[in-house]
């Protein structure tokens, strides 16, 4: 059993928008604060970080999509979102949500989160979700 599982991917046309969700049937997965995002991968390169939130509902987001994405949880209906708005053609990409383990109360933290370094390597994936953007 997949403990994430995305849903929200399709098809857009550039400058258009999407929300994906990631939802969990696993409790313990939003509970004890952790740090949880968003990452995104295209073929032939490496999963990249693209929005984390932690417990407090503080925010950090990669500069290629500030001020475009907007990244939510809700620890009560088990659910993390990520609201793509101006969509280009350099999102396109299959998008996954994860988390970690312990929380991460501190940008640094968050840094680290979306780099998939130090101690915040996400140790638990969605199987993810099929962005594409067509111009």
Same mark, same amino acid.
């Given at each position: *059993? /997949? +403990?994430?599982? %995305?849903?929200? !991917?399709?098809? $857009?046309?550039?400058? &258009?928008?999407? @929300? =994906?969700?990631?939802? #969990?049937?696993?409790?313990?997965?939003?509970?004890?604060?952790?740090?949880?995002?968003?990452?995104? *991968? /295209? +073929?032939?390169? %490496?999963?990249? !970080?693209?929005? $984390?939130?932690?417990? &407090?509902?503080? @925010? =950090?987001?990669?500069? #290629?999509?500030?001020?475009?994405?907007?990244?939510?949880?809700?620890?009560?209906?088990?659910?993390?979102?990520?609201?793509?708005?101006?969509?280009?053609?350099?999102?396109?990409?299959?998008?996954?949500?994860?988390?970690?383990?312990?929380?991460?109360?501190?940008?640094?933290?968050?840094?680290?989160?979306?780099?998939?370094?130090?101690?915040?390597?996400?140790?638990?994936?969605?199987?993810?979700?099929?962005?594409?953007?067509?111009?």
């Amino acid at each position: *059993q /997949v +403990p994430l599982v %995305e849903s929200g !991917g399709g098809s $857009v046309q550039a400058g &258009g928008s999407l @929300t =994906l969700s990631c939802s #969990s049937s696993e409790g313990w997965i939003y509970s004890g604060g952790r740090c949880m995002g968003w990452f995104r *991968q /295209v +073929p032939n390169k %490496e999963r990249e !970080g693209v929005a $984390v939130i932690n417990a &407090g509902k503080f @925010t =950090l987001y990669d500069d #290629s999509v500030k001020g475009r994405f907007t990244v939510s949880r809700d620890d009560v209906k088990n659910t993390l979102s990520l609201q793509m708005n101006s969509l280009q053609s350099e999102d396109e990409a299959m998008y996954y949500c994860a988390a970690t383990q312990r929380p991460c109360p501190s940008f640094p933290n968050m840094r680290s989160f979306l780099g998939r370094r130090d101690l915040y390597v996400p140790d638990t994936w969605g199987q993810g979700t099929q962005v594409l953007v067509s111009s």
